[in-house]
């Protein structure tokens, strides 16, 4: 194996004589004519040789010359002689002494052309060296064979001219020359590294190196020039650069062959040629690429190396779900992909008819998020959509070689109605009119009303009074004039749309001038419309009056008027007159209504003392707020846990734009809201009892009846103005009731998701959703009708928890059993020591038709008359007269002994404890009061109540004679 950077070859030789094969006299030239002599001999094997000899060894001063024919160079320009002789030892011939020679003189004389015979001499030759012989020989006979034959090699060069002569002088030797080869030495042609070396000569001289350039061979390209260097003695030498395999074409025994069919090579180099990729062929030999099958095809990126690809296949599962005028779509990705790892999705949008008859595109004024076209993740929301308006979605799929593709990318539609919504923004406000107290003010309906437009609002304040106050305006159209302001003062105004759907956002400030003052006139027309603006003041006012009275507290009245004031005072917007309750959800950015409603605190105003509780987002604090120019106050303080996710940020929130819009003594109060730090905190006004029901649990037994009572009128008045207000609460309970120092109870919780998510007492219903079962009216656990009435049902229960100081509607039940129970008639019985009244009030609102049952205002008034009358709160004996109450109370007729009666009530557990306690008959357990059932060890108060509640009614019972008196 060759090293490359040594790599020899076998040597190869030219000659230019060898007279070896010459056959007879090789005609040299030879002076003096008794010096050399041309002779021939039979050699060791009897083969004739011919020689040239000389042996003048007697006589002294000898000069003989033998010289060549002239040599032809033939382009070398270093040649090698090789000479064979024979030489006799003059120490073998006596008498020579002085005159024999044991060598003889090598001469060259360079000369373009052949002289002839001409004789040109001695002075011309140069020498090339006095050559002696390695062995010489002892016997008298010159002749060759058996003699030792000397083989000498000389080498000369650089040769110039076309040619050359050689000389042998003897100056007294007895020598033969037996025969003379001429040569030069060459690199003979060779291929490396896929490129071919000619054959060259050698360099001129022993260490001359001679460079040469290879050729690729065919189908092959150059890298690097190709070249190896010829050394003088005819190797190749350091190959440098190389050749590569064209395209089509792979390396195979220093030649570059053909790529078969089914293979391809797309570039020059050493790789071999490759199987054509998945979804491709050649058809001939040498291909560069694998043209794709039919219908699969490459992108111009995609390297020729990759699988032939097609479009993919459509999206697939489009979920749509609408919120308001807005749509979120997530789909999965295509079943098939078409081998290809980009695809994106482009989504169309075309609004229909409501029958979806005719359908157009509707791209225009609809945003897309995060973008329309080129979605790379399978979900976009679509927003600004008209409201109750059809709209055909098509999400189509795509990827690299979609539009290599003659077919359309396939695409998944999504058929959507959108919900109503509050309308978009009101945009251009313009003055039309300013006078010293009064502004006129016109403006455009909004852009997208989303419906029919009830009325605008128009918000205005002082400039320089900005923190403090706001009024409010309404008007019908789209103009009003806002009257009663100062003179001379600057004013902030803003207009806002609202329909059925709830309040756009605010338009745009304006700031307008009023008129500086002048001093008053007052003419006797001036008097005149004072007066007549105060008896419409007075008859308008009258008419209020009546009309809030025929409505139970709540009036419409007010809607039909086409201007009406409200304020901002305390952290909220404050309503002098009944209107109605807006949804934070009908708001694109429920975040947005909590500025809208509730003001902004800033927390370095708030102190937070202790933690007094957990809430569903958060610890409940105590803390005190300090707010500029007032005293500091006691306030709870809800706050938002760290790590909350956005839709938990906006559902904490959303309970502060419901709260805020609420001011009513039996409401819990909104202080503000703290959002621009964290934590994040919804601030109320302090309940020092905390919770209704736990604090009733902490005050067992300790109030009177008309206390109890007033606690309930509070939490019906606070009902009834937020039934007023349109507001649902879904999850009144007393354990949603907050209590003050000064025992005013105030209706609690109204977070949207609350209902479903954080309630302990809110359990799965066979809809899914999640409602508190024991405080909710059939209708709404069956079919989720939430309605005012539904909500008295819930204060029927409250009403009942009151009574018994916290106790547990229904006990122990099941849910399960709850529902069954309610569903077949089963009430409640009046908790211990209940007046009948209050317990008459509490099934009206168990009623199953939701229309029978009272309204809060009408509870109000039942519960006002009750305080103006306590003689009606005596009664206590009559609660089995209800007919509920008759069909479903356990008839203790039956009941034989203490076991019996104890199963009845399912407190069949306690019969040892009755036992142990001496009470072996009805008639013992007929007398016995609470501390009596205390004594027992009967510890849980909910069944001590239980017990007591079933005494009172046995001995009811026994009054009525429905018990005989056998078993008692
Ligand atoms: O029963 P509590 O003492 O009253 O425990 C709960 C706790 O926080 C978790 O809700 C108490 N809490 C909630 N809001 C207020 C408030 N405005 N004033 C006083 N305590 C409150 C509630």
Known sequence: MCHRKSCSVSLPTVNLLDTSLISGDWGWLTYPSHGWDAINEMDEYFTPIHTYQVCNVMSPSQNNWLRTNWIPREGARRIY???????????????????????????????????????????????????????????????????????????????????????????????????????????????????????????????????????????????????????????????????????????????????????????????????????????????????????????????????CTRPPTAPINVISSVNGTSVSLEWGSPVDSGGRGDVIYNVSCQRCAQDWSQCADCSTGVRFIPQQMGLTDTLVTVLNLAAHANYTFRIHSLNGVSRLSNEPPQFTTANITTNQAAPSQVLAIRQENASQNSVTLLWQEPDQPNGVILEYDIKYYEKENELQSYSTVKSKNTSAKVSGLKPGTRYVFQVRARTSAGCGRFSQSVEIQTGKAVPLRYDTMTIIWICLALVIGLITFLAIVICRKRHCGYSKAFQDSDEEKMHYQNGHVSFPEARFYIDPHTYEDPCQAVHEFAREIEASRIKIEKIIGSGEFGEVCYGRMKLPGKRDVPVALKTLKAGYSEKQRRDFLSEASIMAQFDHPNVIRLEGVVTRSKPVMIITEYMENGSLDSFLRRHDGQFTIIQLVGLLRGIAAGMTYLADLGFVHRDLAARNILVNSNLVCKVSDFGLSRVLEDDPDAAYTTSGGKIPIRWTAPEAIAYRKFSSASDVWSYGVVMWEVMSYGERPYWNLTNRDVIKSVEEGYRLPSPMGCPVALHTLMLDCWQKDRNERPKFCQIVTVLDKLIRNPENLKSMG??????????????????????????????????????????????????????????????????????????????????????????V
């Not at 260097?229 to 190959?239: H, I, N």
């Not at 407190?907 to 040892?912: A, E, N, P, S, V």
């Not at 849980?940 to 239980?946: D, E, I, R, S, T």
């Not at 009614?953 to 056998?966: G, H, K």
Request: charged share 20%; hydrophobic share 35%.
């Open 81 to 307: 002689i090789e000479i064979k002789f024979t030489l006799r030892d003059c120490n073998s011939m006596p008498g020579v002494l002085g005159t024999c020679k044991e060598t003889f003189n090598l001469y060259y004389y360079e000369v373009d052309r052949d002289l002839g015979r001409s004789t040109i001499w001695e002075n011309q030759y140069v020498k090339i060296d006095t050559i002696a012989a390695d062995e010489s020989f002892t016997g008298v006979d010159l002749g060759v064979r058996r003699l030792k034959l000397n083989t000498e090699v000389r080498g000369v060069g650089p040769l110039t001219r076309r040619g050359f002569y050689l000389a042998f002088q003897d100056i007294g030797a007895c020598i033969a020359v037996v025969s003379v080869r001429v040569y030069y030495k060459r690199c003979q042609g060779v291929a490396r590294g896929l490129a071919v070396f000619t054959d060259v000569v050698t360099g001129a001289d022993s260490s001359s190196l001679v460079e040469v350039r290879g050729q690729c061979v065919d189908h092959a390209e150059e890298r690097d020039t190709p070249k190896m260097y010829c050394s003088a003695e005819g190797e190749w030498l350091v190959p440098i650069g190389r050749c590569v395999c064209s395209a089509g074409f792979q390396e195979h025994r220093d030649a570059c062959i053909a790529c078969e069919v089914g293979y391809y090579k797309p570039t020059a180099g050493d790789q071999q040629c490759e199987k054509c990729p998945l979804h491709s062929h050649s058809e001939t030999r040498a291909a560069l690429t694998c043209p794709c099958d039919a219908n699969y095809y490459r992108a111009t990126s995609d390297p020729p190396a990759t699988p």
């Open 878 to 967: 009559t609660i089995l007269n209800s007919p509920l109450m008759n069909r479903t109370n356990p008839d203790f007729s039956t009941c034989r002994s203490v076991g019996d009666w104890l199963d009845t009530i399912k407190m069949g557990r306690y019969k040892d404890h009755f036992a142990v306690g001496g009470y072996y008959t009805l008639g013992h357990v007929m007398g016995m009061n609470q501390q009596d059932i205390q004594r027992l060890g009967i510890t849980l108060m909910g069944h001590q109540k239980k017990i007591m509640t079933s005494v009172q009614m046995m001995r009811v019972q026994v009054l009525n004679n429905s018990v005989p008196s056998v078993h």
